[in-house]
C-alpha cells in the first residue's frame, strides 16, 4: 500500500512538474498560430524525454554518478568546459525565465507589477533551496501543479468543434498566413520546451538525492513512462485552448495574460483562480530545478560537495553558486526585458544545447564499467539512435531557423 | 612530470618515424604495499595514429553499443597500440622517442575495462 | 606513415596487478573523502620521472603515481601553459583507498590542501548566514 503511495505521488508530481513557463508560453503561442498543426512535435518531445530522463536516471541509479560528473569524465576538461559553458547560460537564462514566470503570474493575481514581485520570488526560491527537504520540495510543488489540468477541463467546457480540432492534429498543414520556416522554428522551440535539458541535470541529481538504487528502477520508470506523457496532455490542452479561442480571434499570444485568456472565457473566475495557482506552482517549481540544475552542473563538473541532502556548511561552493545565479536572474531582469521574449529564446536554446548532454548520456548509458548489468537493452538504443538523429537535426537547424524567421516574428 | 603535458605528445620511432601521440598512460597498480593501495607503476604508454581524444575508451574496451556509434569512435582509433615503459628510449617537452625494436601490444583492457 | 608491425597486435603479456589507464580511470574522475563527501575532480596525475630530455637508461625502474594534482592545474590543461610546481594541490597517491567510477579516498576532506576554497567559502559566508548549518533531513 506504502508503495503504491509512492508510485501514486511520484506519477503526480511528475505530472505537476512537467510543465513549466517554457511550456506553457510555447505551446500558447503555437496554438494562437499554428492551432493544432503542431500537436505531433509534443509526441516526438515528450517519447524524448521519457527516453532521456530514464537513462539518466539509470545512470544515477546504477553508478551513483549525476549527469555532469559523467559528462566531464568522458568529455575530458576542454570539451567538458565548453559543454559546460553552454549547458550553464541556458540554463540561467531558463532560471530568470521562470522567475519571471512568478513575478508576471502574481502581476496576474494581484495587480500589482511583475517587477516587485521579482525580488519575492526570488526570496521565496532561495528560501526553499536553503531550507526545505529535498521530497518535500519536489512533492508541493508538483501536487499543486497539477491544478493546471484546468487546461483541459477548460477546453472540454469551450464546447469545441472536436472534428475540427483532430483534423488539425492529425493531418498537420502551415496555416495559410504562415510561412514554413516559421513552422519549422516553432516545431523546434516545442521540442526544446519539452525536452529542456535541465529536466535531465535535475533528475538524475535528484536521484542522487534521493538516494536511489537499481531496487528504485521501476518505479521511477513508472513516474517518467505515465508522468510525462500525460503532463505531455497538458501541454496539448494548452494548445488546444488557444487554438480554440485565440487563433480564430486572430491574437498571437505575446503576454501571459493571454495564455490563460481561454481558461478564462471556459471556466471562468473559478478556472482562473485554478490556472494562476497552478502557473505560480509551475513556475515556482521549475524555478527551483533550474537554480538547483545550475549549482548540480557546476558542482558536479569541479568535483565540489553538492546536494540538498547536505547541511548548507556542507556543500558551500554549491550553495554560493546558486546564490549567485538568483542575483544575476535578478539583475537581468530588472533591466525590464520581457520574461515571455526571454522564454521563447531559451526553448529554442535549449533545442540547440541538447546534443552535449544527450550524447555522454547515451554512451555512458551503455558502458558496463558504470551500469553492470543495467546497460541499455537494443530496443532501447535503436529508438536512442533515432533521436540522436533527430536532437541533432533540431540542433542544427535552429540557428538558421532563428535567423530567417527573425526569432519566429 | 604532470601526466598532461605526456597526453597528446608526437611519438618517434628510434629512426625518428612518427608514429602517433600519446592518447593514454597505462599504471599497474602492483607496486611496495602502502598503507590503502599499492603503489601504481607505470605500465607504458597507448599510442594513437590518428586521434588522442581517448573519448571513452571504446578501442580499448570489448563495449561495441550503441551502433554505429561504437564503431565510428573505434574507427577514430584504428591502428593505436600500447608501448612498454622499457621500450621508451626518452620523453622529452615535445616528443617520445621509442627504442630500436619495440614492440606494439594491443591496447585492449580485459573485460569490461575495468580488469 | 609507415607502421612496422601487422594490424593484429599480440596481447600485453599477462601482469599480476590491476591495470588503471589514466586517461579512463583516473583523469576526471570525482574523488570522495573517507566519509563519501566529494573533494575534487582529479584534474590531472604526477609522476615521479623521468626526466625529461635525457635518455633513458635501459632497466630504469619505471616511474609511479605519486599524486593526484587540482587547483591551477585545471585551468593550463584546459587553455595551455604550466602552474608552477608549487602551486599545484597535490592528493598524494598513498591516501587513495579505491579507484572505481569514484576515487575513493582514505582520509578526511577537512584534512586536505584540496578543500581549502571550500572551508574559506563555508567558513566565511556559507555558515553565517542563519540556517547555514541547518540538517535538511
Known sequence: ?409 | MILGDLLGTPVYDSDGGRLGRVADARFVVDGAPQQLMAEARLLGLVVSPHSVSSFLGYERTGVNQPWPLAQMLEWRHRGSFLVMWEDIAMIGEKSVRLREGFTAYSPALDGAGQE | MNRPFPSTLAPVPPIAGRTLDAQLHLMDRQALDNDGVPVTTVDDLELSGPALETEIPEGTPAPILTALLTGPVLGTRIFGGRPPSSRLIRIPWKDVADVGVVIKLGVSGDSLDAGWVERWIRDKIIARIPGGRHDPR
Open chain 1, 1 to 409: 500500500m506504502k508503495r503504491l503511495l509512492g508510485v501514486a505521488l511520484g506519477v503526480l508530481t511528475a505530472i505537476g512538474g512537467f510543465v513549466d513557463i517554457g511550456d506553457l508560453v510555447t505551446n500558447a503561442v503555437v496554438g494562437s498560430r499554428f492551432g493544432l498543426s503542431l500537436v505531433w512535435v509534443v509526441g516526438v518531445g515528450v517519447v524524448g524525454i521519457c527516453l532521456f530522463a530514464n537513462m539518466s536516471g539509470r545512470v544515477a541509479a546504477a553508478s551513483g554518478r549525476a549527469t555532469f560528473e559523467v559528462i566531464r569524465e568522458r568529455l575530458g576538461p576542454r570539451a567538458g568546459l565548453a559543454n559546460l559553458s553552454a549547458s550553464f547560460l541556458i540554463n540561467l537564462m531558463t532560471v530568470t525565465a521562470e522567475l519571471g514566470g512568478i513575478a508576471l503570474a502574481l502581476q496576474l493575481a494581484s495587480s500589482v507589477h511583475y517587477l516587485l514581485w521579482i525580488p519575492v520570488a526570488v526570496v521565496a526560491v532561495w528560501l526553499v533551496i536553503w531550507r526545505v527537504k529535498f521530497s518535500i520540495m519536489e512533492n508541493v510543488t508538483g501536487m499543486l501543479g497539477l491544478t493546471l489540468i484546468v487546461f483541459v477541463v477548460a477546453l472540454f467546457l469551450l464546447k469545441p468543434d472536436w472534428g475540427n480540432l483532430a483534423g488539425q492534429a492529425l493531418a498537420p498543414a502551415i496555416p495559410g498566413e504562415e510561412t514554413a520556416s516559421s513552422y519549422w522554428y516553432y516545431a523546434i522551440a516545442l521540442f526544446g520546451a519539452a525536452m529542456t535539458p535541465y529536466e535531465v541535470f535535475f533528475f538524475s541529481s535528484g536521484a542522487v538525492e534521493e538516494g536511489w538504487s537499481v531496487k528504485d528502477l521501476v518505479q521511477s520508470r513508472i513516474n517518467v513512462l505515465v508522468g510525462f506523457p500525460l503532463g505531455g496532455i497538458l501541454s496539448v490542452a494548452i494548445a488546444g485552448c488557444a487554438a480554440v479561442v485565440l487563433l480564430p480571434a486572430g491574437i498571437a499570444v505575446t503576454s501571459l495574460s493571454q495564455v490563460i485568456l481561454p481558461v478564462a472565457e471556459g471556466a471562468g473566475k473559478l478556472g482562473l483562480a485554478f490556472v494562476l495557482v497552478g502557473i505560480v506552482a509551475a513556475t515556482f517549481g521549475a524555478a527551483l530545478e533550474t537554480t538547483l540544475s545550475s549549482g548540480y552542473t557546476l558542482a558536479q563538473f569541479f568535483g565540489w560537495s553538492w546536494g540538498k541532502f547536505r547541511r548548507p556548511a556542507q556543500a558551500a561552493r554549491f550553495h554560493l553558486s546558486m546564490i549567485i545565479c538568483l542575483l544575476i536572474g535578478i539583475a537581468v531582469l530588472s533591466t525590464g526585458v520581457d520574461p515571455v521574449l526571454v522564454t521563447e529564446y531559451s526553448v529554442v536554446f535549449s533545442a540547440i544545447a541538447l546534443p552535449l548532454t544527450y550524447l555522454p548520456i547515451l554512451i555512458v548509458s551503455n558502458d558496463p564499467q558504470y551500469m553492470g548489468e543495467h546497460v541499455n537493452g537494443r530496443a532501447v538504443n535503436v529508438l536512442s539512435m533515432v533521436y540522436l538523429v533527430v536532437i541533432l537535426v533540431a540542433s542544427i537547424a535552429a540557428i538558421p531557423l532563428m535567423i530567417v524567421t527573425g526569432a519566429g516574428s
